[in-house]
């Protein structure tokens, strides 16, 4: 099976504030139920009140990023799937709780993870 990354940016996420409750609710039952399916791996929200590091290969630390991920924000979960088309499935569900659109991203094998 393959690992699967279901992500959004936190700008996707256009919902009142009034439905926000709501909204966590639902994506918190789509977890629940992907826990309960055995597919569920990892997922949460990037902290933005925590500032991205650059950590070099001599260990070396910077407060700066990659210019592509300056606005990684935003929610994700891995899930470990049978199928492309399973993935598909799941993204949908997130979609619909989260009402915004989730990209999808299968991760490449490793015998060891």
Same mark, same amino acid.
């Given at each position: 099976?393959?690992?699967?990354?279901?992500?959004?940016? =936190?700008?996707?996420? &256009? @919902?009142?504030? $009034?439905?926000?409750?709501?909204v966590? *609710?639902?994506?918190?039952?789509?977890?629940?139920?992907?826990?309960?399916?055995?597919?569920?791996?990892?997922?949460?929200?990037?902290?933005?009140?925590?500032?991205?590091?650059?950590? =070099?290969?001599?260990? &070396? @630390?910077?407060? $700066?990023?990659?210019?592509?991920?300056? *606005?990684?924000d935003?929610?994700?979960?891995?899930?470990?799937?049978?199928?492309h088309?399973?993935?598909?499935?799941?993204?949908?569900?997130?979609?619909?709780?989260?009402?915004?659109?989730?990209?999808?991203?299968?991760?490449?094998?490793?015998?060891?993870s």
């Amino acid at each position: 099976m393959a690992k699967y990354l279901i992500s959004f940016p =936190a700008r996707a996420m &256009a @919902v009142p504030a $009034e439905d926000l409750a709501a909204v966590g *609710e639902a994506a918190r039952e789509v977890i629940r139920e992907a826990k309960a399916a055995g597919v569920y791996v990892f997922g949460g929200g990037i902290n933005d009140n925590v500032a991205p590091l650059m950590v =070099a290969s001599d260990g &070396a @630390v910077t407060n $700066e990023t990659y210019p592509q991920t300056e *606005e990684f924000d935003g929610g994700f979960c891995v899930l470990e799937l049978p199928s492309h088309e399973a993935a598909i499935q799941w993204a949908a569900k997130i979609a619909k709780a989260c009402r915004c659109s989730q990209e999808l991203r299968e991760f490449g094998y490793d015998p060891e993870s």
